[in-house]
């Protein structure tokens, strides 16, 4: 899928001219290595891959959380920039959405503000969580039943469970889901997964589904990333997500790696949205 | 419910000065006969019982669309005016969406704005919509199952349904509950509702709920409204909600009633949250 959005991206970038000029997107950060680093990482290497202009936007400790507001800010009046994305989650006393909340909807490509989020619920179109819409993209590439079936979301973040969950209720065309939101405050998991022929993880707690959990037969796309200590490797550690691969082997009917997956299709999707942001701020037509 | 409601208004409207600077709601229709009149009719009542300001603005047929929305962006200005609530849904050409966004968040006291709708997912303060609370109130004061329960909300508005799901997936004080959303392209309700203990219904769909779907013992929050022919009543017609209560009589184990039950609620939410925007606005605290 990730080939599919890539292609798309480049045929849009065709009509952008050589220079400052083309579609750039700018992600702010604070230059530290952690959870966000790795996707980060991605970022860079797609946008020079496909072309795009890319600038990482460093804040300083010094500058702290006032200083992200500020450079947030300035980013929204940069005429040069079409795509802002903003480190999250941050710690306190670093404030997102505040920082965030500085951005107009069109600039915000990683949708995961108040105005973008709110869309969901209006229907007005704006950008949706890239993420959301990357495992939405595993869904449908693999042929996974949602189109009108029952799914569980497991996992209720602002960023990534809710906004899934409303995009997966959405009518045609919408996979029009009959939609069950879990979490870690879910009693009896197995019981509210039972009915669904596919589920959504994003609850970031390796090991979570299992079969004991997951019932027979159903697709699981995998959206948890968290990190676990593996002497093995250099780092000392390796990405995992909310999926036991061993024990669902030759039990769901389908399981989205981690890493790979849901992952690689979230980096091709903020850049197309990257590029949708410049089609409508330079008033290009949007293709169908 | 709407009793304890009342009680806290009154306690907030203590502090209010005489005259024109305390708060005010201004309700802003069509003036035409309508599922709109009987909410209006209700929130003129409740505003006069309890000594809010209540302002009518009617946009005549010649305005239209632009009359509507230039008439918000006038209350949106209007200092002496703390909540606007526009008639929806609105039949095209009039652009809901468009008036409620000339609103800032704290004057929609319907929480039915973008702003508003987006908070749910970011978790920042807003109004949520008065309905909602409504119905989160009658399930609270019942004693419903829903704190960390297996609920369901059939229906999937963008601003009934869809909140009220994102309202009870919140964490603590939230409800904490496990939420299944079904709507009008759920293939089997009876199978999405069958681990519900309380099932909220917002279709809007007269008899969609009986014994057939709703688990034995479960309980229903009914907020459908819709009108019914009725030879025997003056009108020709009375309103009913989604549940049928004489086939739940007996099987669920609560049903709150149509009309009556979340209906007076939403009106005395409405005027709370009226007085809670005139307290913000105002630089007044907001009780605990």
Not at 43 to 66: H, M, N, T, W, Y
Not at 200 to 225: K, M, N, Q, Y
Not at 256 to 284: C, D, E, Y
Request: proline content about 10%; glycine content about 10%.
């Amino acid at each position: 899928m990730a080939e599919a959005l890539d292609r798309a991206t480049r045929e849009a970038l065709r009509a952008a001219p050589d220079g400052t000029a083309g579609p750039c997107l700018a992600s702010v950060h604070r230059g530290l290595e952690g959870p966000f680093s790795r996707y980060l990482r991605g970022q860079r290497k797609a946008a020079e891959a496909l072309g795009l202009r890319f600038r990482e936007e460093v804040i300083d400790p010094e500058e702290g959380p006032s200083g992200l507001v500020a450079r947030v800010r300035a980013l929204d009046q940069d005429g040069s920039v079409h795509g802002v994305l903003v480190e999250h989650p941050l710690p306190p006393p670093y404030d997102f959405s505040a920082a965030i909340g500085q951005l107009r909807a069109e600039k915000d490509v990683d949708g995961v503000g108040t105005e973008n989020l709110g869309r969901l619920l209006t229907g007005r179109p704006g950008h949706a969580p890239a993420v959301c819409l990357a495992a939405l993209a595993v869904a449908r590439h693999y042929m996974l039943p949602i189109e009108g079936q029952p799914v569980a979301v497991v996992g209720r973040s602002g960023t990534v469970g809710l906004p899934l969950a409303l995009l997966l209720t959405r009518r045609t065309p919408g996979p029009n889901a009959t939609v069950t939101v879990a979490h870690s405050k879910t009693p009896d998991l197995a019981r509210a997964l039972s009915t669904s022929k596919t589920i959504f993880t994003c609850a970031g707690s390796p090991h979570l589904l299992t079969r004991t959990v997951v019932p027979e037969g159903a697709s699981v796309v995998d959206i948890g990333l968290a990190s676990m200590p593996d002497p093995s490797r250099p780092s000392g550690a390796r990405m995992v997500g909310d999926a036991d691969p061993d024990s669902l082997e030759g039990w769901a009917r389908a399981l989205s790696p981690v890493p790979g997956g849901v992952g690689p299709v979230t980096v091709a999707q903020l850049m197309w949205n990257t590029v949708s942001a410049w089609q409508t701020l330079t008033g290009r037509e949007t293709p169908p």
